[in-house]
């Protein structure tokens, strides 16, 4: 498998939320990922212009396999260097176990490394035992505690 990652377009809507579709929902019971196409196209055009947001896809040929979501921000800590969140790592699953996330995380180090981030921090949900296992491959560390408040 030859995977290429880069900045998503406006084109790829589609391939994104097909990604998206096949993470599991963690926000309550019975929760599924459902999404009004115009709403997602009027969010979705926000999402590319937005400062410091990057949004990578893992291309195999013309397929869409892999997607992330990076955004880097500004600081007044740490000698006002920049942090940065990935989220949203999304890989189909017949593609999962090939270095595509690899590839997507790898990627989205590179460009916060280069943003002159002095950390780069992502979430994964408590039971998502393997997602944590491939996190800490990648040089991740489980260092802090995580909160959240869902609406």
Same mark, same amino acid.
């Given at each position: 498998?030859?995977?290429?990652?880069?900045?998503?377009?406006?084109?790829?809507?589609?391939?994104?939320?097909?990604?998206?579709?096949?993470?599991?929902?963690?926000?309550?019971?019975?929760?599924?990922?459902?999404?009004?196409?115009?709403?997602?196209?009027?969010?979705?055009?926000?999402?590319?212009?937005?400062?410091?947001?990057?949004?990578?896809?893992?291309?195999?040929?013309?397929? =869409?396999?892999?997607? !992330?979501?990076?955004?880097? $921000? *500004?600081? /007044?800590?740490?000698?006002?260097?920049?942090? &940065?969140?990935?989220?949203?790592?999304?890989?189909?699953?017949?593609?999962?176990?090939?270095?595509?996330?690899?590839?997507?995380?790898?990627?989205?180090?590179? =460009?916060?490394?280069? !943003?002159?981030?002095?950390? $780069? *921090?992502? /979430?994964?949900?408590?039971?998502?035992?393997? &997602?944590?296992?491939?996190?800490?491959?990648?040089?991740?560390?489980?260092?802090?505690?995580?909160?959240?408040?869902?609406?």
């Amino acid at each position: 498998m030859t995977v290429v990652v880069r900045p998503a377009g406006a084109d790829d809507l589609p391939g994104v939320l097909r990604l998206l579709a096949d993470l599991p929902v963690t926000t309550g019971e019975g929760d599924s990922f459902e999404v009004d196409e115009q709403r997602a196209e009027v969010v979705w055009e926000r999402v590319l212009s937005q400062e410091g947001r990057t949004v990578l896809v893992a291309m195999d040929g013309l397929a =869409i396999v892999g997607a !992330a979501d990076l955004l880097v $921000v *500004q600081n /007044l800590t740490h000698d006002l260097a920049p942090w &940065a969140i990935i989220e949203n790592v999304a890989v189909a699953p017949s593609d999962r176990r090939k270095g595509v996330g690899r590839a997507l995380v790898d990627e989205a180090v590179g =460009i916060a490394r280069d !943003a002159g981030c002095y950390k $780069v *921090q992502l /979430l994964s949900f408590k039971d998502r035992l393997e &997602a944590h296992e491939f996190y800490r491959s990648l040089g991740f560390e489980d260092l802090a505690v995580g909160f959240r408040i869902y609406f």
